[in-house]
């Protein structure tokens, strides 16, 4: 009788493909360096796609950035995070000096790497991390490129102390009110008449924020127009330099400056530029001691749109926090709405669930505080955020700047009326054309158009959130969405 035995299939041993990702990098932005980029990226890109052993995760490039240091290097930190994800096994770079030009960032990265289970391997000097010889040969080599790095460094400081001893200026970048013309700085007429405005406005007793805001410039740009001696007609070289740890000082007398007379038009008098100095320096130390105001939420709060810190403002309806961003640049910069503290404080009662506001349980509890158009998010110290949809204070911010008039274009402002029969008259919110005879237009009825159309009953987040604008006519209301949606609501 014939015997029967079972033979088991056979599966195929699959390979796991290795993922392999490239980093690139170049420290100047040239067409002659770019150029060199690309073609290291164009080359690795190929390599990896013709392996079949591999599979193409990724070029990680940076552009125009030392190696010196990782902290502005973003593709290469980038890089990191994907690696410490679990995505990529094997990197691929050109030579060491391209990985990082400092001996301890190249070890630290790489036995971290290893650690990981990753290993880099750099083509020039053919090391692969991972290989018992290869910390050995990275130390040494790292180190030559470090030195390297340093010694190329130290030329060009010399090159540009020799050119200070000169008179020559390390580049010509114009400052404003002037423009270079291959000699020297020339004046240009229409930028001249703001810089001699900001002076004269300054010494008559403005101050430069508000001087700034007046004339739509940057208060950090202000305040440098008014502490720039070039303006006088003479150059300082050498203001700064650059310390051995790649940071930027102020040079307050340790290394020699150098005055070229001359080199620029004078704008305004030596006279002037002194007693505008005079004038900051007894500002700065009026500020300095004035007592600061604190809030419960000083130093906690961080605008959502820019990521920016916020400021404490009194104002007479109360105390304001705004975001820095906004106040100084506009809110062509950020869109942000202030907040309230008042508002602030019910917020957080009603995220914690808090019959009155307790500063210590905040402190205690919170770490940041996020304020964004529609929402308000409190960081709490054990890493978790507890998140509550924003409440507007009744008749504020929520709406301004996006009522348009359907007659004439102008924006509505808003005011409070007494409206009603005398005695016993009620304030009133109203929305306002102040360039035509549009019918005036209440605010509880706009809420109630907003509404209706929305189907929201927290009309003030979803408004911003959701909507461009509305247009108000005689005899109705246009709400436009963002998504380019349009609804129509009939006045009463």
């Not at 013709?50 to 940076?62: Q, R, T």
């Not at 190696?67 to 980038?78: I, L, M, P």
């Not at 010694?151 to 114009?174: C, E, L, V």
Request: charged letters at 30%.
């Amino acid at each position: 009788m014939p015997i029967v035995s079972e033979i088991s299939p056979i599966k195929p041993l699959i390979l796991k493909r290795k993922r392999v990702a490239v980093y690139a990098r170049v420290s100047l932005v040239t067409d002659q360096l770019l150029h060199s980029l690309s073609a290291q990226v164009s080359y690795y890109s190929s390599l990896i796609k013709n392996n079949p052993e591999w599979k193409f995760v990724g070029v990680y490039a940076d552009a125009g950035i030392t190696g010196t240091s990782t902290k502005k290097r973003d593709e290469f930190n980038r890089l990191i995070s994907d690696c410490e994800n679990g995505l990529i096994d094997l990197i691929l770079v050109k030579s060491i000096s391209r990985f990082a030009r400092d001996t301890v960032t190249t070890l630290k990265v790489t036995r971290h790497l290893k650690e990981l289970g990753i290993d880099v391997y750099f083509e020039r000097e053919k090391i692969h991390s991972m290989s018992d010889e290869g910390e050995l040969m990275l130390t040494l080599l790292a180190s030559f490129a470090q030195e390297e790095s340093r010694s190329i460094s130290q030329n060009i400081t010399w090159k540009i102390k020799k050119k200070f001893k000169q008179g020559i200026p390390n580049g010509h970048k114009a400052p404003l009110g002037y423009i270079w013309d291959g000699e020297m700085f020339r004046i240009v007429p229409e930028q001249e008449k703001i810089v001699r405005e900001i002076y004269e406005r300054y010494l008559a007793g403005e101050s430069a924020y508000n001087i700034a805001k007046e004339l739509k410039l940057v208060e950090s740009t202000v305040k440098y127009i008014l502490s720039s001696f070039v303006y006088t007609g003479t150059m300082i070289l050498q203001k700064s330099f650059t310390t051995e740890e790649h940071k930027r000082r102020e040079n307050k007398g340790e290394l020699t400056r150098y005055a070229v007379e001359e080199m620029f038009e004078p704008i305004i008098t030596q006279d002037e530029y002194e007693r505008v100095q005079i004038i900051r320096k007894q500002r700065a130390e009026i500020r300095a001691n004035k007592n600061p105001q604190y809030g419960p939420f000083s130093g906690m709060l961080k605008c959502e749109i820019c990521g920016c810190s916020m400021s404490r403002r009194r104002t007479k309806y109360g105390i304001k926090l705004v975001c820095n961003t906004r106040e100084r640049k506009g809110k062509s910069v950020c869109c942000s709405k202030p907040i309230y503290e008042e508002e602030l404080k019910k917020d957080f009662c009603k995220a914690f669930k808090l019959d009155e506001f307790d500063e210590k349980y905040l402190k205690d509890h919170v770490s940041l505080v996020t304020i964004g158009l529609d929402g308000i998010y409190f960081k709490l110290r054990q890493g978790k955020t507890r998140q509550i949809t924003r409440t507007y204070k009744k008749g504020y911010g929520a709406f301004s700047g996006k009522i348009k008039c359907g007659c004439c274009g102008s924006y509505l402002k808003s005011d409070t009326w007494n409206i009603g029969q005398k005695g016993k008259r009620v304030k009133t919110k109203i929305w306002n054309c102040r360039s035509c005879k549009l019918k005036r237009l209440y605010d509880s009825e706009f809420r109630k158009a907003l509404i209706e159309t929305t189907k929201e009953k927290n009309v003030d987040s979803y408004f911003l959130q959701y909507i461009e604008n509305a247009v108000v006519y005689e005899d109705h209301i246009e709400i436009n969405h963002k998504n380019g949606e349009r609804k129509v609501w009939e006045r009463e």
